[in-house]
């Protein structure tokens, strides 16, 4: 049940208890789903002059002086993401300006290490910054929260992942004769093992031809990448496999993208650190069987038959693990029960995602309530 405000309203909070926030940032897709409750108001991301205004990075109300000169729109700063932009002691000046101002700051821990970072000592640093000035920090897992306990003597609220496949979105259904294992290695950022993942599937999918499946990797790589060599090895190793298909293109528009998961028997992970994932979430939404590496909390995101983890770099478990996921007729793509299953978790979603936003707002009012009190 929600908290109202029962003494004078605080800037940002209009008597009917509706909250503004300012959210780092405020136009990513998670940040929308956690914001939907009706009581909250998100400020829109600055843009920074002559930027890109679909660009949030680096994030600039994440600043003293903007957060100074705003004092009065908001009652509330919580941050996500965005933060491996600025130099050390940057985010303390943040969180000071933002108790100057009144606002209550909330921390959400999405990541132990930072994905888009090779060296994550700074943002390691960071994080000590965030979690010694923060007046609530939530994460996703439990976990999560035990590593935030464990570290930082800090309580984190455990709120889970909400879904990321639009309830409108339209799903492409399209079947083979043969299974279809995808490896999305994408830009290939730094927390993605690529040549390593390709080694492990190529040693999976062989064994598991060799007993009889009809099954073939699908390989998916940008035009683009950060890493050339890694690239470069990727190529070689799927030019040589009779297992692999390598598929190179420009990033995919969303439709494209759900497309292109929701045909696949199974949708293999290939991270070789982080601490949670939305690939997995969207995977989840439309039904594709996951097999993701046992690194960070992924396996705690989704405790069922179609998340299974396997030791990253062993071929043969990841054999096993993916001959393990086709047991359940949902893991064929197209067929009724794939169908119904999406239904289901679609329907699952829109309650549960429900909730993570009024738990959000919940915690939001709760911190202007101890405030104000």
């Known amino acids: 049940m929600a908290t109202s405000v ?82 050390a002691g940057h985010l303390t000046a943040c969180l000071d300006a933002a108790h100057a101002a009144g606002w209550p700051v909330v921390y959400t821990l999405h990541d132990l290490e930072h994905p888009q970072l090779g060296d994550s000592s700074a943002y390691l640093a960071q994080l000590d910054e965030l979690m010694a000035g923060a007046d609530a920090v939530t994460t996703l897992t439990v976990g999560a929260a035990r ?37 999305h290695l994408k830009d290939l950022r730094p927390s993605v093992d690529g040549p390593g993942a390709v080694r492990t599937l190529e040693v999976a999918l062989t064994a598991l031809r060799d007993a009889g499946h009809d099954v073939r990797g699908e390989v998916r790589l940008h035009r683009r990448v950060r890493d050339a060599d890694a690239a470069a090895e990727v190529r070689a190793l799927c030019a040589a496999s009779t297992a692999l298909d390598l598929v190179e293109h420009e990033r995919l528009a969303d439709d494209d993208l759900f497309a292109a998961l929701a045909r696949l028997d199974a949708c293999v992970l290939p991270y070789r650190h982080g601490t949670h994932s939305g690939w997995l979430e969207l995977c989840w939404d439309l039904g594709v069987p996951v097999a993701a590496p046992r690194v960070g909390f992924l396996a705690e995101q989704h405790a069922d038959e179609t998340v299974t983890s396997f030791t990253p770099g062993d071929g043969a478990e990841l054999a096993t ?15 009724p029960a794939r169908g119904a299953l999406v239904d289901e978790r679609r329907a699952l979603r829109a309650v549960t995602d429900a909730g993570i936003a009024e738990r959000h707002a919940d915690l939001y009012l709760h911190l202007l309530e101890s405030r104000t009190a």
């Open 321 to 335: 693990v993916l001959s393990g996921l086709w047991v359940a007729p949902s893991s064929r793509p197209a067929s």
């Open 6 to 87: 029962r003494t004078a309203t605080p800037p940002g909070a209009e008597s009917t208890g509706a909250v503004t926030i300012v959210s780092i940032p405020a136009g990513h897709p998670y940040v929308r789903r956690t914001t939907s409750d009706p009581r909250i108001t998100v400020l829109a991301d600055p843009v920074a002059p002559g930027a890109d205004p679909a660009v949030w990075w680096p994030p600039a109300a994440l600043d003293p002086d903007w957060i100074r000169a705003h004092a009065g729109d908001a009652a509330i700063l919580h941050i996500h993401f965005g933060t491996e932009s600025f130099p």
């Open 147 to 183: 590593a935030a306990r464990e570290r930082w003597g800090r309580h984190a609220t455990v709120i889970p992942h909400p879904s990321v496949l639009p309830q409108a979105a339209a799903i492409e259904l399209a079947v083979g004769a043969g299974r279809v294992v995808g490896l």
